[in-house]
């Protein structure tokens, strides 16, 4: 790309597309019109889109692969957690690297390491090399929305975040919504080796549509040194603004991902009584009231931000009914059709912790800040996975049955919730500048 007369000129593929207005030291707004949808977000939708279908597909492989490895929960949650595990350490190179080199060059090379992993997963025959091979996984995605959310920054017009963001996230439902019902039928056909070999496809595929299809912003990102970006990481997880966020990203945002990712299903089984078939089915319904729920942020975001309400207004009211309506799945108060489906619908306001937390620094940071909870919600998956995990062992050790010791791990978590919801609910005075500025 380059400035003439005031103007930029956008260039995908070697091909002019058009001009942006273009002030120095502004963000540049696409000029691409419908092609844009079409060369700049559905790349990253198919990204997201795999990355979330990677993150819920062990929920209904679970049975398979404790019946062929003979994994007890604490190991079979070992095994999915690991790919939260990497996705998290990945996070603060990958905020210094999407700053540094543009999300073409990072999300396009990142997803070829999926593929390997998907390949390692599919050949795996023992708990480390299946951990090897989900870690990976973890690893390959882990810049699949911060790659979005960096490009929506770069090549959208500010008011418009809000909304791509929504429609970003329901890109990553709909991948959910492929790992249950859609992938539940066809594991009797593929097998959940053939469906990762697939998977391994799928992604050296959006790999190369995101390498021939995003502008290469890499001339124009940040030229900081490595110290000088560490350095601003760390005041970025030290600021009160950040701090703020973090157990709500990490209970809220992480044990929903734990929850759908894999005990969801053990819970309708063993608690609601339904069989796998059943419980996929509202795997489904979970993942629809999420799809919904994100679209309707999309479609309505700009609307709600004219009438003031700001992404803290939208979580304090979302996690306070988040809260009511685990509660009542715990007690079993209510039918389950729709307890899940208001589960999943909820848990849309979780997209809106990157925003909240973004808005109280620079935006020259937004990759790091985004990361950085980031980080923290997938440091809480990992933690509330294996955790569940670990303490149903322990319980059914202890003269538990199944059924009553998830109630107890699923308590425990509404608890540690409880608690992440009082910084969020607190009133803060408006800072006039970020101290990681």
Not at 126 to 143: E, M, T, W
Not at 288 to 315: D, E, K, N, Y
Request: proline share 4%; glycine share 12%.
């Amino acid at each position: 790309m380059r400035a003439i007369h005031g103007f930029r000129r956008i260039t995908l593929r070697g091909q002019n597309v058009g001009f942006a207005n273009f002030r120095p030291g502004t963000r540049m707004s696409t000029a691409l019109g419908a092609s844009g949808w079409g060369r700049i977000f559905l790349p990253f939708a198919l990204g997201y889109y795999l990355s979330y279908l990677l993150r819920t597909v062990n929920a209904v492989i679970s049975p398979a692969l404790t019946a062929e490895l003979g994994l007890d929960a604490g190991e079979l949650g070992l095994l999915t957690s690991t790919y939260f595990l990497a996705f998290g350490l990945a996070q603060i190179p990958v905020g210094i690297a999407l700053d540094r080199f543009g999300p073409r060059r990072v999300e396009g090379a990142l997803l070829l390491v999926t593929a390997a992993g998907a390949v390692a997963f599919a050949t795996g025959d023992s708990l480390q090399a299946l951990g090897l091979g989900r870690a990976l996984i973890g690893l390959g995605v882990s810049a699949c929305l911060m790659a979005a959310l960096k490009g929506f920054a770069m090549w959208y017009p500010l008011e418009r975040q809000s909304s791509m963001t929504g429609f970003i996230m329901a890109a990553g439902a709909l991948g959910a919504l492929t790992a249950s019902v859609p992938l539940e039928l066809a594991l009797p056909y593929l097998g959940w080796r053939g469906a990762f070999w697939l998977i391994a496809l799928v992604a050296l595929a959006i790999s190369v549509t995101i390498f021939r299809s995003l502008p290469d912003e890499a001339a124009h990102a940040s030229q900081e040194s490595l110290g000088e970006a560490l350095r601003s990481v760390a005041r970025v997880y030290a600021s009160p603004a950040f701090l703020r966020y973090a157990a709500s990203a990490a209970f809220f945002v992480g044990g929903f991902m734990a929850l759908q990712s894999l005990w969801a299903v053990p819970w309708l089984m063993n608690v609601n009584g339904f069989d796998l078939a059943g419980a996929a089915r509202l795997l489904v319904v979970l993942n629809l009231g999420m799809l919904i729920g994100q679209l309707s942020i999309g479609f309505l975001g700009m609307r709600l931000a004219r009438r003031g309400v700001r992404p803290l207004h939208l979580m304090r009211v979302g996690y306070g009914l988040l809260l009511f309506v685990q509660l009542a799945i715990l007690l079993r108060v209510g039918p389950p059709l729709v307890l899940w489906f208001l589960l999943g619908f909820l848990s849309a306001v979780n997209s809106q912790s990157y925003l909240a937390a973004a808005q109280a620094f620079p935006r020259a940071l937004f990759g790091r800040v985004s990361t950085a909870v980031n980080l923290m919600a997938f440091a809480g998956a990992f933690l509330v996975q294996w955790g569940m995990g670990v303490a149903l062992d322990l319980l059914q050790a202890r003269g538990h049955t199944l059924a009553g010791a998830l109630g107890l791990a699923y308590g425990g978590l509404l608890l540690l919730q409880l608690l992440a919801i009082l910084p969020v609910l607190r009133r803060c005075r408006p800072q006039a500048a970020s101290p990681a500025a």
